[in-house]
Protein backbone atom coordinates (compact mmCIF):
# COMPACT_ATOMS: atom_id res chain seq x y z
CA UNK A 1 0.00 0.00 0.00
CA UNK A 2 1.45 3.23 -1.22
CA UNK A 3 0.09 6.38 1.52
CA UNK A 4 1.21 10.23 0.62
CA UNK A 5 -0.15 12.85 2.60
CA UNK A 6 -0.72 16.07 0.35
CA UNK A 7 -2.09 19.39 1.29
CA UNK A 8 -4.36 22.11 -0.11
CA UNK A 9 -5.18 25.58 0.91
CA UNK A 10 -8.68 27.07 1.17
CA UNK A 11 -9.82 29.93 3.35
CA UNK A 12 -11.50 29.89 6.60
CA UNK A 13 -13.34 31.25 9.26
CA UNK A 14 -12.78 31.80 12.67
CA UNK A 15 -13.83 34.31 16.03
CA UNK A 16 -12.65 36.11 18.35
CA UNK A 17 -14.21 38.26 21.77
CA UNK A 18 -14.27 41.35 22.87
CA UNK A 19 -14.78 43.33 26.45
CA UNK A 20 -15.67 46.88 26.74
CA UNK A 21 -15.96 49.23 23.45
CA UNK A 22 -13.45 51.21 22.19
CA UNK A 23 -13.79 54.56 22.62
CA UNK A 24 -12.61 58.43 22.82
CA UNK A 25 -11.84 57.55 26.35
CA UNK A 26 -9.67 54.33 25.42
CA UNK A 27 -6.46 54.32 27.06
CA UNK A 28 -5.31 50.66 26.40
CA UNK A 29 -6.31 48.27 23.92
CA UNK A 30 -5.66 44.46 24.82
CA UNK A 31 -4.44 41.57 23.22
CA UNK A 32 -4.85 38.05 25.29
CA UNK A 33 -4.05 34.95 24.29
CA UNK A 34 -5.85 32.03 26.28
CA UNK A 35 -4.18 29.00 27.47
CA UNK A 36 -4.90 25.21 26.41
CA UNK A 37 -8.27 23.75 26.83
CA UNK A 38 -10.45 27.41 27.19
CA UNK A 39 -12.51 29.48 24.45
CA UNK A 40 -11.62 32.94 24.22
CA UNK A 41 -14.95 34.22 25.53
CA UNK A 42 -14.48 32.35 28.50
CA UNK A 43 -10.92 34.06 28.89
CA UNK A 44 -12.23 37.70 29.33
CA UNK A 45 -13.53 36.56 32.74
CA UNK A 46 -9.66 37.50 33.92
CA UNK A 47 -9.89 40.89 32.54
CA UNK A 48 -14.05 42.22 33.49
CA UNK A 49 -12.72 44.17 36.53
CA UNK A 50 -10.55 46.47 34.57
CA UNK A 51 -12.26 49.86 34.11
CA UNK A 52 -14.25 49.18 31.20
CA UNK A 53 -14.05 53.35 30.03
CA UNK A 54 -9.98 53.11 29.46
CA UNK A 55 -9.66 49.80 28.77
CA UNK A 56 -10.44 47.40 25.53
CA UNK A 57 -9.67 43.81 25.49
CA UNK A 58 -9.98 41.69 22.28
CA UNK A 59 -9.30 37.69 22.77
CA UNK A 60 -8.18 35.87 19.41
CA UNK A 61 -10.16 32.22 19.46
CA UNK A 62 -7.33 29.13 19.28
CA UNK A 63 -8.71 27.74 16.08
CA UNK A 64 -8.14 24.14 16.94
CA UNK A 65 -11.40 22.83 19.13
CA UNK A 66 -12.05 19.82 21.10
CA UNK A 67 -14.51 17.82 23.78
CA UNK A 68 -12.99 18.43 27.31
CA UNK A 69 -14.96 15.42 29.18
CA UNK A 70 -16.39 12.20 28.15
CA UNK A 71 -19.94 13.75 28.40
CA UNK A 72 -19.30 16.10 24.89
CA UNK A 73 -20.33 19.21 27.14
CA UNK A 74 -17.55 21.57 27.64
CA UNK A 75 -15.04 22.50 24.68
CA UNK A 76 -11.73 23.75 24.84
CA UNK A 77 -9.62 24.87 21.93
CA UNK A 78 -5.66 24.51 21.60
CA UNK A 79 -3.33 26.84 19.64
CA UNK A 80 -1.05 24.32 18.11
CA UNK A 81 0.56 20.80 18.43
CA UNK A 82 3.80 19.07 17.29
CA UNK A 83 1.63 17.73 14.24
CA UNK A 84 2.58 20.08 11.26
CA UNK A 85 3.63 22.26 13.20
CA UNK A 86 4.76 25.31 10.84
CA UNK A 87 1.78 25.28 8.46
CA UNK A 88 -0.03 25.93 11.71
CA UNK A 89 1.56 28.86 12.78
CA UNK A 90 1.04 30.20 9.69
CA UNK A 91 -2.88 29.83 9.32
CA UNK A 92 -2.87 31.25 12.90
CA UNK A 93 -0.66 34.27 12.04
CA UNK A 94 -2.67 35.00 8.98
CA UNK A 95 -5.81 34.71 11.45
CA UNK A 96 -4.59 36.92 13.70
CA UNK A 97 -3.46 39.54 11.04
CA UNK A 98 -7.13 39.80 10.20
CA UNK A 99 -7.40 40.53 13.60
CA UNK A 100 -5.26 43.14 13.86
CA UNK A 101 -6.35 45.05 10.72
CA UNK A 102 -10.06 44.72 11.66
CA UNK A 103 -9.74 46.11 14.75
CA UNK A 104 -6.91 48.72 13.87
CA UNK A 105 -4.61 47.86 16.34
CA UNK A 106 -1.68 49.78 14.34
CA UNK A 107 -3.20 52.58 15.97
CA UNK A 108 -4.56 51.39 19.04
CA UNK A 109 -3.60 53.97 22.19
CA UNK A 110 -1.72 51.58 24.21
CA UNK A 111 -1.22 48.39 23.24
CA UNK A 112 -0.95 45.30 25.23
CA UNK A 113 -0.08 41.60 24.35
CA UNK A 114 -0.58 38.92 26.88
CA UNK A 115 -0.32 35.42 26.26
CA UNK A 116 -0.88 32.99 29.30
CA UNK A 117 0.14 29.23 30.05
CA UNK A 118 0.14 27.91 26.04
CA UNK A 119 -0.75 31.37 24.82
CA UNK A 120 2.67 32.38 25.76
CA UNK A 121 3.90 30.54 22.44
CA UNK A 122 1.59 32.31 20.13
CA UNK A 123 1.40 35.40 21.29
CA UNK A 124 5.25 35.71 20.83
CA UNK A 125 5.77 33.85 17.62
CA UNK A 126 2.79 36.69 16.20
CA UNK A 127 4.99 39.92 17.23
CA UNK A 128 8.27 38.43 16.57
CA UNK A 129 7.25 37.23 12.95
CA UNK A 130 4.75 39.83 12.14
CA UNK A 131 6.94 42.71 14.11
CA UNK A 132 3.78 43.60 15.64
CA UNK A 133 5.03 47.19 17.39
CA UNK A 134 3.66 47.00 21.62
CA UNK A 135 4.61 49.06 24.50
CA UNK A 136 4.00 45.68 26.98
CA UNK A 137 4.48 42.54 25.89
CA UNK A 138 3.05 40.05 28.87
CA UNK A 139 4.34 36.61 29.45
CA UNK A 140 2.06 34.16 32.07
CA UNK A 141 3.40 31.30 32.82
CA UNK A 142 4.75 30.00 29.80
CA UNK A 143 7.79 29.46 27.99
CA UNK A 144 8.62 31.00 24.48
CA UNK A 145 8.99 28.71 21.65
CA UNK A 146 12.90 27.70 21.47
CA UNK A 147 13.13 28.83 17.73
CA UNK A 148 12.73 32.23 18.91
CA UNK A 149 16.20 34.29 19.01
CA UNK A 150 16.95 38.04 20.57
CA UNK A 151 17.45 39.53 17.32
CA UNK A 152 13.53 38.41 17.02
CA UNK A 153 12.80 41.36 19.31
CA UNK A 154 14.94 43.90 19.01
CA UNK A 155 12.54 45.79 16.50
CA UNK A 156 11.04 46.26 19.69
CA UNK A 157 13.30 49.64 21.13
CA UNK A 158 10.56 51.09 23.68
CA UNK A 159 8.83 47.82 24.99
CA UNK A 160 8.23 46.61 28.73
CA UNK A 161 8.22 42.88 29.21
CA UNK A 162 6.84 41.06 31.99
CA UNK A 163 6.85 37.24 32.88
CA UNK A 164 5.09 36.66 35.51
CA UNK A 165 4.65 33.01 37.47
CA UNK A 166 3.42 31.05 40.20
CA UNK A 167 6.08 29.71 42.47
CA UNK A 168 3.85 26.08 42.87
CA UNK A 169 3.27 26.13 38.65
CA UNK A 170 3.07 22.12 38.33
CA UNK A 171 4.08 22.92 34.98
CA UNK A 172 7.29 24.85 36.00
CA UNK A 173 8.72 23.22 38.20
CA UNK A 174 12.35 23.56 39.84
CA UNK A 175 15.15 24.26 37.27
CA UNK A 176 12.52 25.06 34.44
CA UNK A 177 12.29 28.76 35.75
CA UNK A 178 15.99 29.60 36.58
CA UNK A 179 16.43 28.21 33.20
CA UNK A 180 13.97 30.52 31.18
CA UNK A 181 14.41 33.57 33.47
CA UNK A 182 17.92 33.40 31.99
CA UNK A 183 16.76 32.61 28.21
CA UNK A 184 14.37 36.12 28.97
CA UNK A 185 17.39 37.96 30.12
CA UNK A 186 18.99 37.27 26.60
CA UNK A 187 16.19 38.22 25.03
CA UNK A 188 15.02 40.78 26.46
CA UNK A 189 18.27 42.50 27.69
CA UNK A 190 16.52 45.80 28.73
CA UNK A 191 13.01 46.38 30.22
CA UNK A 192 12.22 43.23 31.91
CA UNK A 193 10.63 42.74 34.89
CA UNK A 194 10.24 38.72 36.66
CA UNK A 195 7.33 38.58 38.73
CA UNK A 196 6.44 36.01 41.09
CA UNK A 197 3.75 35.22 43.28
CA UNK A 198 2.74 32.62 45.53
CA UNK A 199 0.01 29.89 43.16
CA UNK A 200 -0.21 27.75 40.88
CA UNK A 201 -0.64 27.83 37.35
CA UNK A 202 -3.28 30.55 36.89
CA UNK A 203 -3.98 34.11 35.58
CA UNK A 204 -3.23 36.29 38.48
CA UNK A 205 -6.03 38.94 38.38
CA UNK A 206 -4.07 41.40 40.98
CA UNK A 207 -1.00 41.67 38.84
CA UNK A 208 -2.40 42.00 35.37
CA UNK A 209 -4.51 44.76 36.69
CA UNK A 210 -1.46 46.50 38.39
CA UNK A 211 0.07 46.33 34.68
CA UNK A 212 -2.19 49.31 33.58
CA UNK A 213 -1.97 51.18 37.08
CA UNK A 214 0.76 53.47 36.39
Known amino acids: MNTAEKQVSYQITNTYSTLNHF ?6 VWVVFHGLGYLSRYFLKYFKKLNSEENYIIAPQAQSKYYLDEKYKHIGASWL ?5 EVEINNVLNYLEEVYKAENLQNAPNLIILGFSQGVSMATRWVARNK ?4 QL ?4 GKIPVELKSEDFEFLKNTNFSFIYGTKDEYLKEGIIEVEAERLKNLFPENLKIIPF ?3 HELNKNLIHQLVQV
Open 138 to 141: VLCS
Open 132 to 135: VECP
Open 23 to 28: TPKTKN
Open 198 to 200: KGG
Open 81 to 85: TKENT
